[in-house]
């Protein structure tokens, strides 16, 4: 977790904090409602436990992203703005001649944080692009999203495509790709960004819209799988943080949101992060959850990050 950040309260690493979680389970025994024929109340204080167990396990997955792009596309400063944590390599996933770099973002509890997979691009040296297609195909498998950086001048994108089409896509509903075109600031004309506002001029705008529209035909992606980034002007963070949690599976939204920096989650991303843990455990619930809604309910709002208590004003509705 960021040091800039609140610690997650769902760590429990004191005393008090265990055995607030277990006034929780037994205050819900002591006052559990009629119990449907057919079920017992140990069924449903097991129930309770699982329920209590797996938003403890959600609050503190640790997700592992693969950081696609060839080398000068800004992977690191990009990542650095989006998870407010200078990042620093920690080990090597022995693989090919050159090989990727592994880094932690987080504290050294163990629990939550991020792993980033920063991986070689292909297309920059066609000797080694075989060895690359290896490497990813053994990454993927155990990745939860990648977030595929490219240049504003980027033109190559033969050898990308094929990465893409054989390799990622199969495999877009478990580990989604995001695209994010980084450097738009340094996109002809260069002297039409707004310097004092940040933001793309009218006639760089338009030169950034067409190569939105390059990447959604060559890789066949649709818009929304597609953002536009500047990482030193601090340009559109909150939309590729908002496109992340959008399309990670329900369960892994919170440790995105978790992990980000605040400057760049939206009440928008917050909410999902939390709707994404509400989700899942109903869904485990099945047909108990009515029984079961009240106890979730409390769980979660003791578990949120402080971050999140500070506007909890719509947490109760949305849960």
């Known amino acids: 977790m960021n040091e800039n ?5 769902t760590n429990e690493t004191s005393y008090e904090e265990r055995k607030r979680h277990k006034e929780l389970i037994e205050r819900a025994n002591d006052n559990f409602p ?3 024929q057919g079920n017992s109340r140990n069924d449903y204080a097991e129930l309770r436990r699982k329920i209590a167990e797996k938003i403890k396990e959600l609050r503190n997955y640790t997700p592992r992203v693969g950081i696609f792009g060839v080398t000068g596309v800004g992977k690191s400063s990009l990542c650095n703005a989006l998870f407010g944590q200078e990042v620093a390599k920690i ?9 990727p770099q592994e880094i932690f973002i987080g504290n050294s509890s163990g629990q939550g944080g ?9 297309g920059e040296t066609g000797a080694r692009d075989e060895e690359y297609f290896a490497l990813y195909k053994s990454l993927v498998p155990e990745l939860d999203l990648v977030i595929w950086v490219i240049k504003g001048d980027d033109r190559a994108y033969s050898i990308p495509e094929k990465v893409y089409k054989e390799i990622l896509e199969p495999q877009k509903e478990r580990c989604p790709v995001l695209f994010v075109i980084n450097q738009v600031d340094k996109i002809n004309p260069l002297f039409d960004w707004d310097r004092d506002n940040h933001i793309p001029g009218k006639e760089q705008e338009k030169n950034i819209q067409l190569k939105i529209l390059e990447i959604v035909k060559t890789f066949d992606v649709p818009p929304s799988r597609i953002q536009t980034a500047s990482a030193e002007e601090k340009y559109n963070l909150t939309a590729v943080m908002d496109a992340i949690v959008d399309i990670v599976p329900k369960e892994k939204k919170f440790a995105f949101t ?7 989650i939206t009440e928008k991303a917050a909410k999902a992060g939390e709707k994404g843990i509400w989700d899942t455990v109903k869904e485990m619930a099945g047909k108990a959850w009515d029984s079961v809604k009240d106890f979730a309910t409390d769980v979660m709002i003791t578990t949120a990050t402080k971050y999140v208590k500070k506007i909890t004003s719509w947490l109760g509705s949305l849960l």
């Open 91 to 99: 080990s090597d996933i022995a693989a090919c001649t050159r090989e």
């Open 34 to 36: 009629a119990i449907p």
């Open 258 to 264: 978790r992990e980000a920096k605040e400057s760049v």
């Open 5 to 9: 950040k609140d610690p997650v309260v």
């Open 114 to 122: 991020i792993r980033l997979i920063d991986v070689p691009g292909v």
